[in-house]
């Protein structure tokens, strides 16, 4: 089965600094996708990134970019110039390519950001 | 393009009673997933439709747990009877197929049960 970890419950970061959120995954899988999910207070999970990992290049969108190491299963989230509307918990998540596939979570990240 | 829409937003009930939540997807989306989230956890699957069909429902408990998606559009999720460890935030989310990867969630709905 596969399995999401996140082991560090909680970071803070300073507003314009640079902060990246660490996540492991275990499958035996070689292709699928990774995603990292944003949930603010309002609850609603909003897709931040996604990784295929079939591409060798890490994904990039705006300020927000990944660290994707297949051999070592690694898919961190590091962001650039915080601000304070980063704050919220961010879940790295797991899906295998092809129907019907589930999408498994790990149990997330509480981000806190200091002005 | 509108998204998910869930109701109620927060609903409070007392144990042995029952609750249901409705959920709407994205116009269009073949696929509807319904997600518990315990508080310090990340979302859990409970179900999975594809159309009106149940592709996944290993994680649903199936004693006080049902959902139904009639005519492949809306859903409905109950608890009959609710217990204490059923307080959680209950999300829904659709996509447009059960391969394509990205899921769009709706703003889910905060459960207490005393």
């Known amino acids: 089965a596969q399995t999401v970890t996140q082991s560090q419950p909680e970071m803070s970061v300073q507003e314009a600094e640079t902060v990246t959120l660490s996540c492991t995954y275990d499958?035996?899988?070689?292709?699928?996708?990774l995603f990292w999910y944003k949930q603010p207070p309002s609850r609603q999970m909003i897709l931040v990134i996604r990784?295929?990992?079939?591409?060798?290049q890490n994904a990039t969108e705006n300020r927000f970019s990944v660290n994707f190491q297949k051999a070592a299963k690694s898919f961190s989230l590091k962001i650039s110039d915080s601000q304070l509307g980063d704050a919220a918990m961010y879940f790295c998540?797991?899906?295998?390519?092809?129907?019907?596939?589930?999408?498994?979570f790990g149990k997330g990240i509480t981000l806190s950001v200091r002005p | 393009e509108a998204g998910v829409a869930q109701s109620p937003r927060y609903k409070i009930i007392e144990k042995r009673q029952s609750v249901a939540f409705w959920c709407n997807p994205i116009?269009?989306?073949?696929?509807l997933y319904w997600y518990q989230q315990i508080l310090g956890q990340g979302p859990k699957l409970l179900i999975q439709?594809?159309?009106?069909?149940?592709?996944?429902d290993s994680q649903l408990p199936k004693d006080r747990f049902s959902a139904e998606r009639l005519k492949g559009v809306d859903s409905t999720l109950k608890i009959q009877p609710a217990k204490l460890e059923d307080s959680a935030v209950y999300l829904c989310?659709?996509?447009?197929?059960?391969?394509?990867?990205?899921?769009?969630f709706g703003p889910g709905t905060r459960l207490t049960v005393l």
């Open positions: 990784q295929e990992a079939y591409k060798q």
């Open positions: 499958t035996s899988e070689s292709d699928y996708y």
């Open positions: 439709f594809q159309n009106n069909g149940v592709v996944d």
């Open positions: 998540a797991y899906k295998r390519t092809g129907a019907n596939s589930k999408l498994t």
């Open positions: 989310a659709s996509s447009r197929d059960s391969s394509f990867e990205q899921q769009f």
């Open positions: 116009s269009g989306h073949a696929t």
